[in-house]
DNA sequence: CTGAAAGCGCTTACAG
DNA sequence: CTGAAAGCGCTTACAG
């Protein structure tokens, strides 16, 4: 014990926690000798004795995206930065649905963490209520529920977006590769994507005719598959939108297995603006994926350092960025 | 309280904990009341009561690249596998040198954590004698010390590999692009890949001449610029080895701009493996990223539930990937 | 087999 | 301004 100082526990845990009832002398005596020892306090202890935790939990389905891996970039910029008010990043992994159910159960139950941060994950409302109940401040990040803040992009704009694109291109046979409308994660961004990309068609007097659409699982391979079996009707179309880079990806490597030439026989077009659009000059909807991480995290360290009042959602900001593929 | 199962709360705990010393009618009664209440152990407090904790410290550099994102997707999956002993994972992030010290102290004394996975950051030996002082197990992965357990690949056999491919493809006048040797973080890697690059070219009578190497920070645009100094000399090679993936991209790059034809003018082999390179169709030595991950993860769980006996440092395989750029 | 009690290392009214 | 004491929610000898 760091009382060799000479004075109390209590002391040593008032001038470490810069209570200001300690007098200068005994401060400094205090700090010469925890500075010796070099002494720290223990934080589960104090987690304890507190009873608010100093980490801040993450979930987030680690598997599944490129674009998830560089929101968490943004959390972890913001979280760990070494500075004062740095929390604690406790990641869990949700590789399923039920899983998601565990990890905020664990989380929230245990007092192990002061804040949640969910990422790309629908929520339900039982699960709010508990997270209450808890009184366990949380931010949603890349979903939205009314009664929790949250970062996102309006999808559906995205989608109008990309076929605003693709009709001042002149192209009026369109196509379109996303994921299944219902999947077991419960993500919902590429149907909404596809709702405004099929709107703004309408509005265009075109129809995105059902013989032009085929979902799957988001993966690579699965959208290549896809896209052959789009390319080999009688009609092919002359442009496809992609609900996501990767699967623009998968959608490119199809065209060229094919050999339709990209832009002039097929022109692509992908969502996300992840690194990987950049290195292969894919025309793409961006979004600004590391800031919405970011911004998640300070929302979540403003609603666990001063509670949250009316739950914002903040609504960022997308744009066509215009490269090689179309 | 649970005790409203009419038992005490050590008679909870030990239910909990799976204590052989309770009979069967109240461990039931203890179940059932747990059920309905929803009840939880608080972990904080179970940690600091056991003196042990039931997570583990992840110390990883997140920005720097790919391959430790691929990394980290293998301990993730290991380790909040969701299964029993799942570790809860802190993750610290790394931005600089002094950082890692930090992180590692932080971790270390507090008692946080039950074990220590640190990616891709050299360790000293005080630092090590810290850990060892407090008990802390700790694993290292993609560096080594004779001291500790760790996962690794032979980078200069890799290097060798390199040369040897483009040796046997009849290149003889190559050139390197790689990380300083001396940098920041301490990172080696791109330096032993080139020592090993370089002796294979000498036992085939060729040198690896200093005009045809060149040295930055490890990121695509820099390798970029890198490359162009590279092409822009009276006699530029015909192949060039870049230390990662990433800075292959850079080189593939900086051919486009220059018009030179890849792999015909230039060819180009990387390092690595990350998905990157089968989209861009790079060659490349591969190394198994995520399941050095996961071996990793498993070696610190062995070590924090049984102790480590002496250091293993698990040596994992490469071999080279041929696709379109050589 | 079960409970009362002490202890894990902090924090913070409460006295002085 | 500083210390003694209680309490945070567990676990585990120690009795019984």
Do not use: W
């Not at 935790?53 to 760990?80: C, D, K, N, Q, Y």
């Not at 990040?141 to 995205?158: A, I, K, Y």
């Not at 995105?208 to 799957?216: N, V």
């Not at 603006?273 to 300070?298: C, F, K, M, W, Y």
């Amino acid at each position: 014990m760091a009382r060799q100082a000479g004075v109390s526990a209590a002391t040593v845990s008032r001038v470490l926690n810069d209570s200001p009832l300690v007098v200068e002398p005994t401060r400094a005596r205090v700090r010469a000798a925890v500075d010796e020892l070099g002494y720290r306090l223990n934080a589960t202890a104090r987690t304890l004795s507190l009873g608010r935790a100093t980490a801040v939990g993450v979930v987030v389905p680690f598997f599944t995206t490129h674009s998830v891996i560089e929101r968490l970039r943004g959390v972890v910029a913001r979280l760990s930065g070494g500075g004062q008010r740095a929390y604690d990043l406790l990641l869990y992994d949700v590789e399923a649905p039920e899983q998601r159910a565990d990890a905020m159960r664990d989380l929230a139950d245990r007092n192990r963490v002061a804040g949640l941060l969910i990422v790309s994950l629908p929520i339900f409302d039982d699960e709010i209520d508990a997270l209450q109940r808890d009184d366990l401040p949380a931010v949603l990040l890349d979903v939205s529920h009314p009664r929790l803040p949250g970062v996102v992009v309006d999808n559906v704009r995205g989608g109008e977006l990309a076929a605003e694109h693709l009709l001042a291109k002149g192209h009026s046979h369109i196509g379109f590769v996303g994921d299944h409308p219902t999947n077991e994660y419960g993500f919902t961004s590429s149907e909404d994507r596809r709702r405004g990309f099929s709107s703004a068609l309408d509005r265009a007097g075109i129809r995105l005719d059902p013989s032009m659409e085929r979902y799957g699982v988001p993966d690579r391979d699965e959208a290549d598959v896809l896209t052959r079996s789009l390319l080999q009707q009688p009609a092919p179309p002359t442009a496809i939108f992609a609900a996501s880079d990767l699967q623009a990806i998968g959608v490119l490597r199809a065209c060229e297995a094919l050999g339709a030439r990209v832009p002039d026989d097929v022109a692509v077009i992908g969502f996300d603006d992840v690194d990987l659009a950049e290195i292969v000059g894919l025309t793409t909807i961006h979004q600004p994926l590391r800031e919405s991480g970011e911004l998640a995290a300070d929302l979540l360290v403003a609603a666990i350092e001063h509670g949250v009042h009316d739950p914002v959602q903040e609504v960022q900001e997308l744009t066509v960025v215009e490269r090689r593929t179309t």
